[in-house]
C-alpha cells in the first residue's frame, strides 16, 4: 500500500508530490522489515536482518544511510519551515525505485530462509 501510494503521488500529473512520495518509499521499507523481524524501529530491525544473515552488513549500512537522508535536518519526513517544496522528482524516483527493489530483494531472502526451514522440519 505504501509503494502504491508513493508511486501515486509521484505520478500525479497535475501536482506530484515527491515529499510525501518519499515518506511512503521509506513507510514501505519500514513495513516490510517490521513483518520480517517484529521490530518497529528501522534501524533496530536492520540490525536484525543482519544478524538473521538477510542482508550483507554493507547493505543494512546502505538503506541506514537512506533512512537517515528522510530524517535529516532539511529531512522529509520533518514539518515543513516554510512554504518552499525542495524536494525533486529526481530524488523522489531514485528514492521509490531503490525503496522497491530492497522490499522484492527482502521478499525474496526471506522466503528463501522460510523454505529451507520447511525442508529442514519436514
Known amino acids: 500500500m505504501h509503494l502504491d501510494e508513493a508511486l501515486r503521488l509521484f505520478s500525479d500529473r497535475n501536482k506530484p508530490n515527491y515529499r510525501n512520495s518519499i515518506k511512503e518509499s521509506i513507510s514501505a521499507v519500514e513495513h516490510i522489515v517490521r513483518k520480517i523481524t517484529g521490530d518497529t524501529r528501522l534501524g533496530y530491525g536492520l540490525k536484525e536482518l543482519e544478524k538473521l544473515k538477510l542482508i550483507p552488513p554493507i547493505l543494512k549500512v546502505a538503506f541506514e544511510k537512506l533512512y537517515a537522508y528522510t530524517n535529516d535536518e532539511n529531512g522529509i519526513r520533518h514539518a515543513l519551515m516554510d512554504d518552499k517544496e525542495n524536494v525533486t522528482s529526481k530524488e523522489a524516483k ?13 521478499k525474496m531472502v ?13
Open 110 to 122: 526471506d522466503a528463501d530462509k522460510k523454505s529451507k526451514q520447511k525442508e529442514l522440519s519436514d
Open 94 to 106: 531514485f528514492m521509490l525505485v531503490a525503496c522497491s527493489a530492497f522490499i522484492n530483494y527482502l
